[in-house]
């Protein structure tokens, strides 16, 4: 599975950003999605997560209210719409792809895939 990240950039507070992440390969067997971040000198932390299946969703409680995550199967993409954006959402933005796979000697196993990044600059 590789992930291409797109749409970061530079926005005042209060702004609006949409992130895109473009899957490819053995997009079949991905079982959840998710947008996660690195600010400088902090540990990378989950923004919102969604699931193949039902889409499910998951969210941080810092952007609860404020970000929607959203995939469209068809075209094995997923989004991220940021609105109200703030400073402290400044950060790089990696998207995550989990793949769940079935070994008949060994049961499952799960692979987690990342994007390379995508700048987000949130100046107030």
């Known amino acids: 599975v590789q992930l291409v990240e797109s749409g970061g950039g530079l926005v005042q507070a209060g702004g609006s950003l949409r992130l895109s992440c473009a899957a490819s390969g053995s997009t079949f067997t991905i079982s959840a999605m998710g947008w996660y971040r690195q600010a400088p000198g902090k540990q990378r932390e989950l923004v919102a997560t969604i699931t193949s299946g039902s889409g499910s969703t998951n969210y941080s409680d810092s952007v609860k209210g404020r970000f929607t995550i959203s995939r469209d199967n068809a075209k094995n993409m997923m989004y991220l719409q940021m609105n109200s954006l703030k400073p402290e959402d400044t950060a790089v933005y990696y998207c995550?792809?989990?793949?769940?796979?079935?070994?008949?000697?060994?049961?499952?196993?799960?692979?987690?895939?990342w994007g390379q990044g995508t700048q987000v600059t949130v100046s107030s």
């Open positions: 995550n792809a989990e793949r769940k796979v079935y070994y008949s000697d060994s049961g499952w196993a799960q692979y987690d895939y």
